[in-house]
């Protein structure tokens, strides 16, 4: 092992005499640079070798060539970039980067079957622009997983975008989906390559100007022969796209039960212009409305697609517009389109979409766009009657209300101007009338879901319509009796409802209703919101506090913390603070006399009596004798209340809950008692005795017994 550690380092005596020649590093450096890859070849050679130990190494090497470029800089040498300093590139120039994939390449047969490593590898030579050593990487990692869709990908790109080879491109392609057939993303990378293969052909065209013989060809030229027709044909088709809708066609075969597979094509599609795409589209939507007829996920993209893909004059002029425009010469338009291709092409290059394309849900007020869809939505509505497809539609409708109701109060990038805020609110109102009517429909159908009746009673509060809002509330409830999130919302407008005048009788009645509709578990809110409508000085709160005593009855055991055993404080909080003390006790003794009362309503229960011995305490300590006595009777009873309310807590809940362990023991010392007792008891029941000791000795300090 020694003898080929020694032989690499001395391998390294030329690249590091070079760069100290060249004022990279210092002597010293240099030695400190020697003996950090003297350690890491040792820990490379150990018959165990870690691959982490390869990833610190190829770390430090990394880091090592940052520092070279930094130093090169600053001493105003030419950079790598530079063509005329390429040729004076040195040893000290490539060295780092050489054994960057010397040491992957040594973790590459060690660790063969990690696809990670391969990975990272390839990133390294993306990052140091190693073309050469990625088309051999890429190779490698091909021959041991050949089923990773990834691999083949960056093997096709390398080819297409390096070295601009399209038939090698595509061969790569098509053995990766031999290999991988059933994997979505090497089909849609196929698809991309021969959508940007298209728009490179009419670039390259149009610089050419060959475009001259496709229109003489198409004109009917006698002097263009057959031969060169067909192959003026030939190319448009690619042009057009044709061997992508090929490309497609063979994946929709591959995967034709994925409909989220063919919203990828779509959602690649969004980035090119309207007119280079309007085929592919046509071929992916109606293979949707063919294979998905009876799916509401397929029906609300269909529908979507105006707003996604609006057609030229689709817009809130109308459909006339394209007419005033005046007529394009052949030549024009063959210039438009190599002008918009070389805009896509530049994009796609620099990983961002065309900015021509809209995003989802985009719509311009009452445009035709959104006529358009809403008809869609309505034939879905025929052939797909059900809930789902109701709540689709709303949500469309929803989004473009929000937009709309945005844009009216000028929230859009840069403002917008009174006429089109005006614009735009009316269109609100239509929107928000279209939305209603489609919520009625689906609740007189019988085809809602809670989420209609949510809907519903938000957008009618939103758009300053209260008794609309409350009355769907009602319906929802009244068809969905079990929804918390339905009762929640509807408590919260009938408060409102009777704040603003409506009997309080009402609200309690609509309470109850919910709380006995609800599961215990589930309807803490909702128990919450009762708690704090409900004045502690009417009659119902009393009855308030029986139906919570049978909910926590109905529950196995509560919980440490939060659920009921919270609602539960939160009322006997109030008792005390509005009717005092004992009325606050008389509360949670009914309510801990039911099985499952919860950790935090014996923490308040505590609480209310210790803060009754500390008042008591102040009071007496200037009263006579007679009521000295008295006191001292009344200061042991309520120690007593307290030490048994102590005993229930950790009984119920000791095995989990640390804080009340520590706090009883803090307890019993201030009592002149010794907390050695609850300290061992506490060992003994808590499932981790480690985290309590820790709290215990931080409260009590030196008081902990050893």
Not at 284 to 308: C, I, M, N, P, T
Request: net charge neutral; proline share 3%; with cysteine.
């Amino acid at each position: 092992m020694a003898d080929t550690v020694q032989y690499l380092m001395e391998q390294m005596i030329p690249e590091l005499e070079d760069m100290e020649r060249k004022g990279y590093f210092t002597r010293a450096e240099i030695k400190k640079i020697v003996q950090k890859r003297q350690n890491f070849e040792y820990l490379l050679k150990r018959r165990a070798a870690l691959k982490e130990d390869f990833y610190r190494y190829i770390e430090f090497e990394a880091k090592l060539e940052e520092l070279r470029k930094y130093r090169k800089q600053q001493q105003g040498l030419k950079t790598k970039g530079d063509k005329k300093a390429k040729k004076k590139q040195s040893l000290a120039d490539v060295a780092i980067v050489r054994r960057i994939h010397f040491i992957y390449e040594r973790a590459g047969r060690k660790f063969r079957g990690d696809l990670s490593l391969w990975l990272r590898w390839i990133e390294a030579c993306k990052r140091y622009k190693s073309a050469k050593q990625l088309s051999k990487v890429v190779t490698k990692a091909l021959q041991r997983h050949s089923a990773v869709p990834e691999l083949w990908i960056e093997a096709a790109k390398w080819e297409f975008d390096e070295n601009g080879d399209v038939a090698a491109a595509r061969a790569l392609m098509q053995q990766g989906i031999r290999m991988c057939r059933k994997e979505e993303a090497i089909w849609v990378a196929y698809y991309q390559m021969e959508l940007l293969y298209a728009l490179k052909l009419r670039v390259r065209r149009r610089v050419l100007g060959l475009d001259d013989l496709a229109a003489q060809a198409a004109a009917g030229d006698e002097q263009v022969d057959e031969a060169a027709s067909r192959s003026a044909a030939a190319v448009r088709a690619v042009m057009s796209g044709g061997v992508a809708k090929i490309v497609f066609k063979n994946a929709v075969a591959a995967l034709p039960e994925r409909l989220g597979f063919r919203a990828r094509f779509l959602e690649l599609l969004r980035g090119f212009e309207y007119g280079f795409v309007a085929a592919l589209l046509d071929q992916v939507y109606d293979s949707v409305r063919q294979d998905f007829g009876k799916d509401e996920e397929a029906w609300d993209l269909l529908a979507r697609r105006h707003v996604d893909f609006p057609a030229p004059g689709a817009s809130s002029g109308g459909a006339g517009t394209d007419q005033q425009q005046p007529q394009r010469t052949e030549a024009e338009a063959v210039e438009a389109e190599a002008e918009a291709a070389q805009r896509q092409l530049d994009a796609a290059a620099a990983g961002q979409r065309d900015g021509q394309a809209p995003e989802a849900g985009e719509v311009a007020g009452t445009s035709d766009s959104h006529r358009l869809t809403c008809e869609v939505y309505e034939q879905a509505l025929g052939a797909v009657p059900t809930a789902r497809m109701y709540d689709k539609y709303g949500g469309y409708l929803c989004g473009t209300l929000e937009r709309l109701m945005a844009a009216a109060a000028g929230d859009g990038e840069g403002g917008a101007e009174e006429g089109a805020q005006e614009a735009a609110l009316k269109a609100a109102v239509e929107v928000a009338a279209q939305l209603f009517g489609v919520l009625q429909r689906a609740h007189a159908a019988g085809l809602s879901t809670p989420q209609t009746y949510l809907t519903w009673a938000e957008w009618a509060e939103r758009v300053r319509q209260p008794k609309m809002a409350l009355k769907a509330a009602r319906r929802g409830c009244e068809r969905f009796p079990a929804d918390v999130a339905l009762w929640r919302q509807r408590l919260t407008l009938e408060q409102a409802h009777a704040g603003a005048g409506a009997g309080g009788s009402q609200l309690l009645e609509v309470f109850t209703q919910a709380l006995a509709a609800t599961q215990p578990e589930q309807a803490v809110e909702v128990w919450g919101m009762a708690v704090e409508a409900v004045p502690a000085s009417s009659p119902e709160f009393r009855r308030l506090g029986e139906l919570l005593a049978g909910a926590c009855a109905r529950v196995a055991r509560g919980a440490p913390s939060g659920g009921l055993g919270q609602v539960a404080a939160a009322l006997v909080d109030k008792a005390r603070s509005a009717l005092g003390v004992e009325a606050a006790r008389q509360l949670y003794g009914q309510l801990l006399s039911v099985p499952g009362p919860g950790g935090d309503l014996y923490r308040c229960a505590i609480r209310i009596e210790q803060d009754a011995l500390e008042s008591s305490s102040a009071s007496g300590s200037g009263s006579g004798s007679g009521s000295a006595a008295a006191s001292k009777q009344a200061l042991q009873a309520g120690r007593k209340r307290v030490t048994e309310l102590y005993e229930a807590a950790v009984k119920a809940h000791g095995s989990s809950e640390v804080d009340l362990w520590v706090s009883y023991a803090q307890w019993l010392l201030a009592c002149g008692k010794g907390p050695g007792q609850v300290y061992w008891r506490a060992t003994k029941e808590l499932a981790d005795p480690d985290v309590f000791v820790a709290a215990y000795r931080a409260a009590l300090g030196e008081a902990a017994p050893q």
